[in-house]
């Protein structure tokens, strides 16, 4: 099973395979996504999540500010549903 993701405001859209990450599939499909450490630690791949969910692994990687801003790590995160998120830099 795959979920699409769109990533706004350059509406680029692409499947995330089970078992991928939203990083792993974008670079899989040669996108340009920013990354660098890609252990939720440089926050360069951080989207912002206008819908549909995503999970992560333990140990859960977001804070509680991050959670109430919607921020996604993109290089940690697995789709659950069909999202939408929000990159300023990344380009069609």
């Given at each position: 099973?795959?979920?699409?993701?769109?990533?706004?405001?350059?509406?680029?859209?692409?499947?995330?395979h089970?078992?991928?990450?939203?990083?792993?599939?974008?670079?899989?499909?040669?996108?340009?996504?920013?990354?660098r450490?890609?252990?939720?630690?440089?926050?360069?791949?951080?989207?912002?999540?206008?819908?549909?969910?995503?999970?992560?692994?333990?140990?859960?990687?977001?804070?509680?500010?991050?959670?109430?801003?919607?921020?996604?790590?993109?290089?940690?995160?697995y789709p659950?549903?069909?999202?939408?998120l929000?990159?300023?830099?990344?380009?069609?």
């Amino acid at each position: 099973m795959s979920h699409l993701v769109t990533i706004a405001p350059a509406q680029l859209s692409f499947a995330v395979h089970e078992g991928e990450t939203i990083l792993q599939a974008a670079l899989r499909c040669g996108i340009d996504f920013p990354n660098r450490c890609r252990q939720g630690v440089c926050t360069s791949c951080v989207c912002k999540l206008k819908s549909g969910e995503v999970r992560y692994d333990d140990p859960q990687p977001l804070t509680e500010l991050d959670k109430q801003q919607q921020f996604t790590y993109c290089c940690l995160a697995y789709p659950c549903t069909d999202l939408v998120l929000h990159h300023p830099f990344i380009r069609g």
